[in-house]
């Protein structure tokens, strides 16, 4: 990985032009648990709306380096607390093989702030990954 910052922030609206882009795109999304086709603008609105409620389990980041928008984090605690899964989409082609997703899951940020909130511990968050995309 290069000695760029790797930052996580909340997920704003003003991304989510990009996150219709990259979801859409059958390349970026051939190793997630789902299908992202057809995505739009309206959708990700109530897909934000529903992940920010008070009584959201999940917790989207929005995934910088220095400055720009390269993809997206998501951490879901489960109903029990004990346990969350942390999910990750680079959608920025040019940022992958850089080793940024590896970088936001070993983000602190992330895993401290929501589950403290939470009552996870962030040491049982485990990682799922799909295919052979891991950065």
């Known amino acids: 990985m290069s000695d760029q910052?790797?930052?996580l922030r909340p997920v704003?609206?003003?991304?989510?032009?990009?996150?219709?882009?990259?979801l859409n795109d059958p390349e970026?999304?051939?190793?997630?648990?789902?299908e992202f086709r057809g995505l739009t603008i309206e959708g990700e609105r109530e897909w934000l709306a529903r992940k920010t409620a008070p009584d959201s389990r999940d917790r989207p980041f929005a995934i910088e380096v220095d400055g720009r928008l390269i993809g997206q984090c998501e951490l879901h605690?489960?109903?029990?607390g004990q346990t969350a899964f942390y999910g990750i989409v680079i959608g920025d082609?040019?940022?992958?093989?850089?080793?940024?997703?590896?970088?936001?899951?070993?983000?602190?940020?992330?895993?401290?702030?929501?589950?403290?909130?939470?009552?996870?511990r962030p040491s049982t968050a485990r990682k799922r990954v799909t295919g052979s995309r891991t950065t």
């Open 5 to 7: 910052q790797v930052r």
């Open 12 to 22: 704003t609206e003003g991304d989510l032009p990009e996150y219709v882009r990259w």
């Open 28 to 34: 970026v999304t051939a190793f997630t648990l789902r």
């Open 77 to 80: 605690v489960e109903e029990s």
């Open 93 to 120: 082609k040019t940022a992958w093989s850089q080793g940024y997703g590896t970088a936001a899951w070993l983000s602190r940020t992330s895993t401290r702030s929501a589950c403290s909130s939470d009552g996870a």
